[in-house]
């Protein structure tokens, strides 16, 4: 649908590419609409980013009137930082669990929304629901449901015999890393549904019926006709959904704080806190580049994907 | 697209729907028991799956008693703003990448967009400081010059889809009776562009009503605070945790973006998803 076209060259690749005016006294009207949106863009996103990456080459923190030049000292400390280092292999751990279980649950339930069903319409417009939720209350839903001694998900596993006595999952490290996992595969799973349900849109049902004739099960054509047709939108949904996952804040921030102690404190909640809690805007700049420099593969698979228009 | 004639089928179909479904559901079914509960049904180590004496006393209380009302203001004009302010920068920067052909359209383009990319936590680092110097820190044009950084890149890229897709046509027949392009893109391209303004539109306002991050550092004084860190510091900080008015007024600093996704669902979809699926 919507393609970025190749058309740098002199020889326009396709027919359409040149047209919509080439004359020059256009070409200035088409600049100077761009004008307003580059100054905010200029002012706002690329002077920001590159004065971060500037400053992580500073050392300043709340005591110094002006950030004084020091080189790459910022990133020596980073590299004998046990906390930055378990910043990392946390974030790790929360990009992996969230991405891989939003993907099975996201393209689960659009398959499920896929199929024709008596109530489906509602079904599909419901289940966007926690994508537009403030993070705040996803994160006081989800808090509410942990909730040691009040909370649904211990009376429930009591209930079933799970656990004997009340447990204080946001508390343990693995409990908390459990509740920020879950709550946002739970507010991605609408996002991913979509894209999958657009995919599946343009699926040839005739290929599939020919199929069926043939003698292919539900899971032949599964494995054979409708996840091959869904690669490219697997492609992006996981490229975007590394990304998102990768900046996520709010929902951590707000159910956990980034703890207890340090355990779900990813790289947005460490840099938060090293710039905004400590002060000290230099070495967290230095582990923002370092955040960038993770988040530039998936950044690149993306933009590349735009180009090729998949 | 699957057969769901033979019963294991059928039952395999129908666990996955309970499964995810419930996964999906739950939560905004107890966010909406919890906040009918009186305190005395709520704090409870065994929960009652629906509320035996259904009770608004939260949400009275969150209406009349508490802040919300000051906040969700504050996050109705700040979201309006920015979401006007970016709608508008989009909708002409769109236009410009979709029907100009000038040197170095393709590369600005892609760079705006691979902006998405750059953490919004570390541009908060220089964005604070700028603030500063502009004596912005802690007022709303501050922040809602800020929030352009959320949607700009994708917003001006939903346009630029949309408006590859208006026929060059239209606008060289109106060209060849003496309208002038701006003209032309306010009278004739405009009022085709409805819906994907909307959507544009209501795309940047979920992002701003929606945050936390942004409006918890720049904005200090309470009175000008909007409800993402509204309802944290009111509903669940060190002294208290009050559950039930955490839910009731969650339900309420929702309900407007809810209503407004439910009506323009279609669009938003189509916006959001453009671009990347062919």
Wanted: hydrophobic share 55%.
């Amino acid at each position: 649908m919507a393609v970025i076209e190749n058309n740098v060259g002199a020889y326009p690749v396709s027919p359409h590419a040149n047209r919509g005016g080439l004359k020059a006294g256009q070409n200035r009207i088409g600049l100077l609409l761009l004008l307003p949106a580059a100054v905010a863009f200029a002012a706002v996103i690329l002077y920001p980013f590159l004065s971060a990456l500037g400053l992580s080459l500073f050392e300043y923190t709340v005591e110094m009137m002006e950030p004084r030049f020091i080189g790459f000292e910022n990133f020596y400390k980073i590299a004998s930082d046990p906390d930055v280092w378990a910043a990392f292999w946390t974030t790790a751990i929360y990009v992996a669990l969230t991405t891989t279980g939003t993907l099975a649950a996201g393209l689960g339930w659009a398959l499920i929304m896929n199929q024709p069903f008596a109530g489906r319409a509602v079904l599909r417009s419901m289940s966007l629901l926690p994508w537009v939720l403030p993070s705040t209350v996803s994160a006081f839903i989800w808090g509410w449901i942990f909730n040691s001694r009040y909370g649904v998900l211990n009376a429930f596993l009591m209930e079933l015999g799970l656990i004997d006595y009340p447990q204080a999952w946001l508390s343990t490290p693995e409990g908390a890393m459990l509740a920020v996992v879950l709550t946002k595969i739970w507010l991605s799973i609408p996002l991913f549904m979509s894209f999958f349900l657009a995919g599946l849109q343009n699926l040839d049902k005739e290929q599939i019926d020919a199929a069926r004739v043939d003698g292919a099960g539900n899971w032949a054509v599964l494995r054979d006709h409708i996840l091959p047709h869904l690669r490219p939108v697997l492609m992006i949904v996981v490229v975007l959904g590394v990304i998102g996952n990768l900046q996520q804040f709010d929902t951590i921030y707000a159910l956990t704080g980034g703890g207890p102690v340090r355990a779900t404190t990813v790289l947005s909640v460490e840099v938060y806190r090293r710039a905004f809690e400590q002060w000290d805007i230099g070495f967290a700049s230095a582990v923002g580049v370092l955040w960038v420099a993770a988040l530039l593969p998936p950044a690149f698979l993306y933009l590349r994907m735009l180009v090729k228009g998949n | 697209m699957f057969d769901l004639s033979s019963r294991q089928a059928k039952i395999v179909f129908f666990a996955a729907l309970a499964v995810i479904g419930f996964f999906l559901f739950f939560p905004l079914y107890w966010l909406v028991i919890s906040s009918l509960k009186a305190n005395a049904e709520l704090y409870r180590v065994v929960p009652t799956p629906f509320p035996t004496m259904p009770s608004l006393e939260h949400f009275i209380r969150a209406l009349t008693a508490g802040k919300l009302p000051m906040y969700l203001m504050n996050s109705l004009i700040t979201s309006t703003c920015s979401a006007a302010l970016v709608t508008l920068l989009a909708l002409y920067a769109g236009f410009s990448f979709a029907k100009y052909r000038y040197f170095g359209r393709q590369p600005v383009m892609l760079f705006m967009l691979s902006a998405q990319m750059f953490p919004f936590g570390l541009l908060l680092i220089s964005i604070y400081p700028l603030m500063s110097e502009m004596n912005l820190l802690d007022t709303r044009p501050g922040l809602i010059l800020s929030y352009i950084v959320f949607a700009l890149p994708v917003s001006t890229y939903m346009l630029y889809s949309y408006f590859t897709q208006v026929p060059d046509e239209l606008i060289d027949a109106a060209r060849a009776d003496g309208a002038s392009d701006l003209r032309i893109f306010h009278t004739i391209v405009i009022p085709i562009s409805i819906p994907p303004i909307v959507t544009v539109f209501l795309y940047s306002f979920m992002w701003s009503w929606n945050d936390l991050l942004y409006s918890m550092t720049l904005i200090v004084s309470d009175e000008k605070r909007t409800i993402g860190p509204g309802l944290l510091l009111t509903y669940l900080n060190e002294v208290n945790s009050d559950w039930g008015g955490a839910m009731a007024a969650s339900l309420i600093a929702s309900a407007p973006i809810v209503a407004a996704f439910m009506f323009l669902q279609r669009y938003f979809i189509q916006g959001v998803t453009a671009g990347a699926v062919k």
